[in-house]
């Protein structure tokens, strides 16, 4: 079975760009949450939807927004790039939401670097 | 606020030997307990998952103990072998809200 898809792999963009990613779940999977990891550090909570419905939000600003589609799978958008934009976007599936099961399963990412 | 604190930052082990990493929370609403194995250029993979009502969990040679009253969990590598190296992450969350909090993870060196 495919696990969590990304896309693009890479990705460069100058600052004051706008960028948008794409995430595909493991199939059967109804949630989908984004991570933002700096270099050297843990993934940081971005957003998380279920049923396309936005189900939580990190302390990111409002340059950050995503998306889910009836097939589940996921864009997450930002606006006005900085330069502190830079960094490893993760997606991560699961089944369902309330009541577990808790179990995320990470895709392998998109790498974005700020110019 | 840091809810997660994860030590030592980095670790280097000989081959065969055992490998601790040790984690505390703060927020008692956390209820389950996932360990993250990554690879360079890679995402996390789970490793391996703990809920706060049991104290030791085991799967080959990962182990999971759990202090519910310390807000404190660790996980051990025995047998550890160079393919173990890798950055290993613990993290929290809450039941019914997929957030997950991460530590700030462990870079382990397993050496031949």
Known sequence: DAGVTQSPTHLIKTRGQQVTLRCSPISGHKSVSWYQQVLGQGPQFIFQYYEKEERGRGNFPDRFSARQFPNYSSELNVNALLLGDSALYLCASSSGLAGGPYEQYFGPGTRLTVT | ?112
Not at chain 2, 11 to 24: D, W, Y
């Open chain 2, 1 to 112: 606020q840091q809810q997660v604190k994860q030590s030592p930052q980095s670790l280097i082990v000989q081959k065969g030997g055992i490998s601790i990493i040790n984690c505390a929370y703060e927020n008692t609403a956390f209820d389950y307990f996932p360990w993250y194995q990554q690879f360079p250029g890679k995402g996390p993979a789970l490793l391996i998952a703990i809920r706060p009502d049991v104290s030791e969990k085991k799967e080959g040679r990962f182990t999971i103990s759990f202090n519910k009253s310390a807000k404190q969990f660790s996980l051990h590598i025995m047998d550890s072998q160079p393919g173990d190296s890798a950055t290993y992450f613990c993290a929290a969350s809450k039941g019914g809200y997929q957030k997950v909090t991460f530590g700030t993870g462990t870079k382990l060196q397993v050496i031949p």
